[in-house]
């Protein structure tokens, strides 16, 4: 091993061994989420075939007003993927990914700096911005292994109660909610890299969460304000109707990059800045 | 030879509150520096300061000659116990210092398991489970394992029962004895006595003292316990004279506290029969509260 290859994989163990660490930690919260995010799909699916044969579904969506279908996700409600948008994908699962994603990203940070848990792992030869950087991909490795989870269980449960929806269209909506809520992360390692604390870290990255919802799921009622929904996030990820078109590879690429940049100016931020003592 | 730690004009501010005003401080290698001061004195902040967790608004610290803030391969030469020790509960004892081993990228581990076995814990314990003394061992050990050629220590004895401190300072006297360097910030006064070379003492964010034990002590009100062979005792003669207070009588024994310079209190007692005499040496117990006194006379005024 020449100097080059023996300094790089000094840099690389401690990151590694924090990033195992993180991931270790985060398994247990990685397994509730994910079975109750199961647990969501099975149920849904489940009521789709007495639901659909009863013929209610259409005059469900029909007798709401037009706007408020649409923000709720709800238009074409009678069709498998309608349902499954209406159900799942508008709101809900979005929803509990980027809360899931928030909440293992502040415990990471600012949770652990909170309780003087990060000190001890600072003061030890890795830099601030590899424990930061680790612990990054630790909460996006534990957050897309959720969201494979819940992508296999939408295909099996598509299959065992005849959903008819694309397997490209179960991909593309489950690689874009994941994608929506590692941006999520990202923006919590910015505010916690900041140096919020705890709480204010919850605070802001739920009410981007919130207003990103709001923005695209709000504004297109209105005639004036529908080019604005593009700002949100939420409209890269859904706005094309990735579960019965194709995935959009432009809105992709954006979550994820604005995730790398976000991430990586957190690790910046903390870096820079004193550690709270406890 | 080089010093091991160096801060110059050294400032910390939180908000209008200055915890440390223009510290100098030197350590050098071999040393046992025993660090002390009341509290909110600015201990705590120097010593995060010097492993990197926290940076000065104004003046510079090196360790090794290096910013601590800016070089974390410099700190796989020192080991490091806060003062507030925290712990990850989702852990083990040993899957902790395991991961610490790691990240140090050390290969030996004899000397951890071996400090494992004299401070008393069991490795396969859940930290959660640990007593705040228990948990403490845990700190040390980390600090310890790797003989690390600094080490920080923030009242690394707090919690801790009297037979684990003598662990503890045994510890210390084979770092000191192995040529490594200690910066021990402690309350427990016995202990620095014990084991420090050179003390500082910090008092308002300011180093009011800095030098050898021996020095520092040298000043400090003296005990005498005298006892003459008959009645009556020289008590007037002895009160008289500038440096005695507290004279006290009991029988044929006179005890004062004598300040500076014996000389004049010995030519008192040269004129009368003396059955015996003590002057035991004067604790660092009685500099630090008289260091103590006086910051709190500047705070009254």
């Known amino acids: 091993m020449n100097e080059n290859e023996t300094a790089t994989a000094r840099r690389t163990k401690p990151a590694l061994e924090v990033y195992r660490c993180a991931l270790r930690n985060q398994i247990r919260d990685g397994l509730l989420w994910g079975s109750s995010l199961v647990c969501l799909v099975l149920m849904v699916a489940a009521l789709w075939p007495s639901l659909r044969d009863s013929g209610t579904l259409n005059d469900l969506s029909g007798s709401l007003p037009g706007g408020t279908a649409e923000a709720f996700g709800l238009q074409e409600f009678g069709t498998p993927a309608g349902y499954l948008k209406g159900n799942l994908y508008a709101v809900l699962v979005p929803l509990m990914l980027c809360w899931f994603g928030i909440s293992l990203a502040t415990s990471s940070t600012a949770g652990d700096e909170d309780a003087g848990r990060l000190e001890l792992l600072l003061v030890l030869p890795i830099g601030r911005r590899t424990v930061f950087l680790a612990r990054s991909l630790a909460s996006m490795t534990t957050l897309l292994l959720v969201g494979i989870v819940t992508w296999i269980s939408l295909i099996a449960c598509c299959a065992l109660f005849d959903l008819d929806v694309s397997f490209e269209g179960m991909a593309s909506v489950s690689a874009m909610v994941t994608l929506l809520a590692m941006l999520h992360v990202g923006v919590t390692f910015l505010v916690s890299g900041w140096g919020a604390r705890r709480g204010a870290v919850l605070g802001i990255t739920s009410t981007v969460m919130m207003a990103g919802y709001v923005l695209q799921a709000f504004l297109p009622l209105s005639d004036a304000l529908k080019d604005w929904a593009q700002v949100s996030p939420w409209q890269w990820a859904l706005g094309a109707d990735p579960l019965s078109g194709e995935l959009d590879l432009i809105a992709a690429a954006a979550l994820t990059v604005l995730t790398l940049v976000l991430t990586a100016l957190g690790a910046q931020l903390a870096d820079r800045r004193d550690v709270r003592s406890v | ?301």
């Open chain 2, 1 to 301: 030879m080089e010093d091991i730690i160096r801060c110059e004009g050294l400032t910390k501010r939180f908000g209008t509150f200055t915890a440390l005003d223009a510290l100098d401080l030197r350590v050098g290698p071999g040393t046992v520096f025993g660090y002390l001061g009341p509290n909110g004195a600015g201990k705590s902040t120097t010593l995060r300061m010097l492993v990197g967790l926290t940076r000065p608004v104004a003046g510079k610290c090196a360790v090794f000659g290096q910013d601590p803030a800016s070089s974390p391969a410099m700190r796989a030469r020192l080991g490091y116990v806060p003062g507030e020790l925290r712990l990850d509960d989702r852990m083990t004892v040993g899957g902790t210092l395991e991961l610490w081993t790691r990240i140090r990228g050390m290969t030996e581990t004899k000397y951890r398991d071996e400090l494992l076995q004299r401070f008393d814990i069991d490795p396969g314990r859940a930290v959660r489970g640990l007593s705040t003394g228990n948990r403490r061992k845990v700190g040390l050990i980390g600090a310890f394992m790797g003989k690390p050629e600094l080490l920080i220590l923030d009242e690394p004895t707090n919690g801790l029962d009297p037979l684990m401190q003598q662990q503890f300072l045994a510890a210390i006297e084979e770092a000191k004895d192995e040529g490594r360097t200690v910066l021990l910030s402690s309350h427990v006064l016995s202990e620095v006595e014990r084991v420090a070379d050179t003390v500082a003492v910090l008092r308002k964010g300011r180093l009011v003292a800095q030098g050898r034990l021996t020095d520092l002590v040298q000043d400090v009100r003296q005990t005498f316990r005298i006892q003459f062979e008959s009645e009556p005792v020289p008590v007037d003669e002895i009160t008289r004279l500038p440096g005695a207070t507290e004279v006290e009588v009991v029988g044929t024994t006179v005890n004062l506290r004598w300040t500076g310079a014996p000389e004049s209190l010995l030519a008192v007692l040269g004129r009368h029969r003396l059955r015996a005499m003590r002057a035991p040496e004067p604790e660092l117990e009685e500099a630090f509260l008289r260091f103590y006194e006086d910051a709190t006379e500047g705070a009254d005024r």
